[in-house]
T-cell receptor, first 115, second 110 residues
Framework: GAVVSQHPSRVICKSGTSVKIECRSL??????MFWYRQFPKQSLMLMAT?????????EQGVEKDKFLINHASLTLSTLTVTSAHPEDSSFYIC???????????FGEGSRLTVL | AQSVTQPDIHITVSEGASLELRCNYS??????LFWYVQSPGQGLQLLLK??????LVQGIKGFEAEFKRSQSSFNLRKPSVHWSDAAEYFC????????FGAGTRLTVKP
């Protein structure tokens, strides 16, 4: 199956700093990627849809200025958590698919801890 | 609006017993349907998926699921549970994006 890779898998940062998480589709091109957030013992919540070459579409309640998404190429989307605070600590997971509809392939996830 | 309901937050079964995890959805049309499993601190693993055709879908690790359009359900089953099946199970639906249910935590008793 298709492979989606996330980096870093774990990151610890100080409050007030910004953190960038990368999501790459390794063996296919993805015009659309999706970013999810998962709090401990909770489900995955869709944060935003990342569109190559255009602005991301954010779900209701997700702060666009805090969670910056850039989809600069067909194989790379980045999520930047700006001015991170402890409440931003979470497991962030990206996903992508080769076309429209069908199975989404998920990255391994990135665990962010903000001190 | 799209929604996915997993009514059971936590299920405990004995090893060797059968298992059924429930999933109901609300969607404008028949969506694509998925079941994922997640072990603690890990990413998601796809168990099975339904796009169209035969409503009984076979997946990995001995799991199967049945799509019932009349009930808007996609329940996951396994005839004999193994201790290694203990994990969190998520039902997901969607066509372009994907929405997840709240998850069901499975505990397996020896």
């Amino acid at each position: 199956g298709a492979v989606v890779s996330q980096h870093p898998s774990r990151v610890i940062c100080k409050s007030g700093t910004s953190v960038k998480i990368e999501c790459r589709s390794l063996d296919f091109q993805a015009t659309t990627m999706f970013w999810y957030r998962q709090f401990p013992k909770q489900s995955l919540m869709l944060m935003a849809t990342s569109n190559e070459g255009s602005k991301a579409t954010y779900e209701q309640g997700v702060e666009k200025d805090k969670f910056l998404i850039n989809h600069a190429s067909l194989t790379l989307s980045t999520l930047t958590v700006t001015s991170a605070h402890p409440e931003d600590s979470s497991f962030y997971i990206c996903s992508a698919r080769p076309g429209v509809g069908g199975e989404l392939f998920f990255g391994e996830g990135s665990r962010l801890t903000v001190l | 609006a799209q929604s996915v309901t997993q009514p059971d937050i936590h299920i405990t079964v004995s090893e060797g017993a059968s298992l059924e995890l429930r999933c109901n959805y609300s969607y404008g049309a028949t969506p694509y349907l998925f079941w994922y499993v997640q072990s603690p601190g890990q990413g998601l693993q796809l168990l099975l998926k339904y796009f169209s055709g035969d409503t009984l879908v076979q997946g990995i690790k001995g799991f199967e699921a049945e799509f019932k359009r009349s009930q808007s359900s996609f329940n996951l089953r396994k005839p004999s549970v193994h201790w290694s099946d203990a994990a969190e199970y998520f039902c997901a639906v969607g066509y372009n994006d994907m929405r997840f249910g709240a998850g069901t935590r499975l505990t397996v008793k020896p």
